[in-house]
């Protein structure tokens, strides 16, 4: 088990008081696991992500802890993270094109952020020329500038250094959001691969696009305002969500070949509650066509089949009368 | 006579310091816009998607060609006549949140509009027809009015961009790429609302580098590469059969849900064994070298993706690279080639000479309403 997150919670201190964007969560990752962690804006996803690696100065970790590779990741305290980051976590930026220092060439850059973790540049370059070769850049890129580069250069260098030091856990931030279709392959593609060489154990990847993470991932976890909604392995997720929320978002995707004359898709009416004062009971209630008294309560996260967690009381019912079924036919 | 014409379009870029440097963005792209169509036109960056429909809007200048709407060419008119011009055609772009003013409510932008157009009306008459306009865009106006920006989610600012357009009764939007920002739960709505509008009578220029959304909404379909068009015609039948490798490659590269690229990759190349055959079979409209193309496209395919993989190798005449077909090589073999900076331009500094040396593929008839490139 790589990474384990047990009834992690963060907030950001505002001056209306704490606004909780993730709310008691607990997940694991194993071993070479490519997971997606999906939703709206807002939904918490990111600053799940960004906590894993580095707290803002105004967020902060209100309860739970976080184990990787059977070692407590501290990561309230920001300098005992230092010794971590890009050793055993890493991250992809969500702007990777524009995390380059613009004023220093990528060679220079690279060697000073190894510097900051105490490994000499000379130590690892041959491997780092390696993976620039690897990812289809030119031996020079180390000698230019990043405005010299495209944009898909830079994304894949930030990838390279990212992930030089084969951290643990990368986490990889919207990396394919506002690319065009076929980098947007070529990024995902890239993901996969670094994973099957190794370079990285496991791989959490942040986005609002599930047919992106239906290509890569292997379990997909879907957030609802800082809570999880739903958690299973990718293909169960895109074809038997159990959770109205991830039924709503997959039905509002397009695909090709899908005109809005044979089929016109719905969106999901309403916004994601404040998380201000979030609302008692299901956070998703007022939005749900499905929504019950029942719903008022808080829904808890649970394991309805194996290997497929729900919060959502109408789930759990469906999946309980599907039981029953069984249970009479079997009898029968 | 359709509502806006775009003929032979060309615009090229002048770049380096004494603007030595000429890249063409735009080769003689012609098509047209009827009323009530939408029209997609898909490309990936670069590929002068943006720059065409910053050209309708008059907010860049073209090199060459004309843009006729509703058969003036617009691309000559004076700034005076801009003012009616504008009153027909109307633009939203990608970025919602960096289109208004943060310090001002985000209403403002219909009072710029009221400011402009509309001094005439008196508050009454105004009001009626903004709550007209949020309506028509599915807004509640109680959600947008008096509010600020950040108030408001990036649909209901997108929308209520659309909304100001709608004020000035246009007939044709320059939609570009306005949802590539917004949340996939979001994205619909403001598809729907635009297939809404279609059905009123509005023309749609959408533009997308995404193909699934083009094809949701759109009529018709332009696929442009490099600045020339590839494939067009009818949405249906471009997706449905599509002619030229280029569309073939972004077709598989689409992430899909419920299909993985490489089984997307299989159905290419199965496809493409039979589109030579095809092509042969119902070349009726066709002559016999453009099936011979075709063909050859098809059945060298391993030959080109190598081509591609290894171009940074080989020296290459000047033109845009090769597009990959046939088994896609493994990423990590793929070099990057962006794609503007492998052009080489022939010729002198004249813009003439630039647009003569960079003509732009044939396009022939497929079919009835689907022209494809034959590439030289």
Redesign the interface.
Known sequence: MSLKIEDLSVAYQSLRGDVQAVDRVSLSIADGEIMGLAG??GCGKSTLGNSLIFMEGRMKVTGGTVELDGRPLPISDSRAMNHFRLRAVSIIPQYAMSALNPTRRVGRMASDLLKSRGVRFSSVREEFQRRIA?????DDVLERYPFEL????RQ?VTMVISTLLNPSLLIADEVTS?L???????V???LM?FRDRGFVKSMIVIT?????L??IADSILIMYAGKLAEKAGAATI??HPLHPYTQ???A?????????EDA?????PG?PPSLLSPPSGCRFRDRCPFAFEKCAEDPPFIELRPGHHVACWKAEEEVASEGALQVQEAAR | MSMLEIDKLSKVYKSGTFGGGMKPALRQVSFNIDQGEVVSLIGESGSGKSTLGKIILRLLSASGGRVLFDGTDILGLKPSQLHDYYRNVQGVFQDPFSSYNPLYKADRVFELVRQEYFGHLSQQQWDEKVQAALETVALNPADVINKFPHQLSGGQQQRLLVARALLLDVKLLIADEIISMLDASTRVDVLNMLVALKRKGLAVLFITHDLSLGNYISDRTVILRYGAVVEMGDTEKVFGHPQHPYTRHLLTAVPQLHRRWQAADAERNAADGLGAGGAKGSGAGMTGAQVSTFGADASSGGGQSQRYSKSGLHPRKAGPPPVPTGPRPSLMELEDQPWRSRFRVRGGPSVATVLANNAPPALVQFEPGHFVAVEE
Do not use: C, F, K, N
């Open positions: 709206e804006s690897l990812v289809g850049l030119p495209s944009g898909g250069m894949r506002a065009d279709v076929s980098t947007q392959r070529a995902g593609e890239m691969e609002h696009d599930l047919s992106i239906a290509q895109i074809e709503r978002l997959l509002s995707l397009p695909e090709v070949g899908v005109r809005y016109a898709l719905t969106g999901i916004r």
